[in-house]
């Protein structure tokens, strides 16, 4: 998979852009803050309907401008598809593929899947969990598009509940008053228990890759594993006020049964209930969960050196090359690496351009062309106040 072409309209401090892009190493270099990074959050963008740097859609939109339009030819196996999406600052977004409106949104998902590596990734590693759910949760629905719609349903679901007790720590309804929270009960424990499993089964998935990754990138012989802690699990009943101390008391679970899972969540709802209606929150589910991602016999975060939490970040991006690879139709997804060549030290940064050179396509961005490895040989770009020249 690559693309063959992106067109940008009034997408971050790009007024318009024409660019044509090449299968293997495409290098963005430019001073800070001139749109190297605007411009692979654009393909980013298409592939997870997410950015790395922001929260929804909104920032994307150029200052003043009523909407932003993303475009790209992307190939596969000699088949093109032309996707378009726009953004728009006061009506419901819209998407086209092949210049057909799309029902929803959502459906250009699976037609191009990417990877970002980027400095922020070691929030992954050191950060809170919400971190580490927001980077598996965003591979679920690149292997399994079906899923973005899973996840709406349920944060619709949760926002509805939410509000419910919230209304019933206020007005202390009690008894047939609280009916209405069982039926939503019911579309909880649904949606939340097709998110558990999923993660768990990706999880496994993505283990042997994880594994491979990392030993091709540490110098030291640790084995990497990912743990999945659940809040339907043990005794513990969270207490709602952080996310750390939730994190702590919970327990690892392994089944991705959906039907054993529905069956832990109900029973854990209702032994939460009392505490839910004190807080005026949902305290379960996979809004609750932690990932726990191990170097050897201790978890990375707080025991790994800045150093192997750099290769554990990686490590985790590159084991998604991987499983893309292998899970889905669309070959080599494109790997972005953002302005990542300048925060490795000198061996990291040989092994890393090692690993990605047989890419299908690699668009890399760079303040500087020298902290890029000169055997990765790239079409290179100038990227200057939003304009792209070079190719």
Known sequence: MFIRHLSLASFRNY???????????????????????????????????????????????????????????????????????????????????????????????????????????????????????????????????????VYSDFERVLKQRNTLLKTARQTGAKGSALSTLDAWDQSLVSYGAEIIGARVELVERLRPHLFEAYQSIAIANNEPRILVKSSLLGQAIPNGWGEEAESEELEYIQTADRGEIEQLYAAKLATVRGKELERGLTLVGPQRDDLVLMLGTLPAKGYASHGESWSYALALRLASIALLRAETRTGDPILILDDVFAELDAGRRQRLAGMVANNEQVLITAAVAEDVPAELVATVFHVEGGVVTGG
Do not use: C
């Open 15 to 149: 007024e318009t852009a024409e660019v044509g892009l090449g299968q293997g190493v495409n290098l963005l270099v430019g001073p800070n803050g001139q749109g190297k990074t605007n411009f692979v959050e654009a393909i980013r963008y298409l592939s997870t309907l997410s950015s790395h740097r922001v929260a929804g859609y909104q920032p994307m939109i150029k200052q003043d401008a009523p909407q932003a339009v993303v475009r790209a030819m992307a190939s596969h196996q000699d088949r093109d598809v032309l996707i378009e999406l726009e953004l728009n600052r006061d009506i419901p977004n819209k998407a086209r593929i092949n210049k057909s409106p799309a029902p929803r949104v959502r459906d250009i998902l699976g037609l191009v899947n990417s990877v970002t590596f980027a400095p922020e990734d070691l929030d992954i590693v050191k950060r809170d969990p919400s971190n580490r759910r927001t980077f598996i949760d965003e591979l679920v629905v690149q292997v399994w598009p079906r899923f973005a719609g």
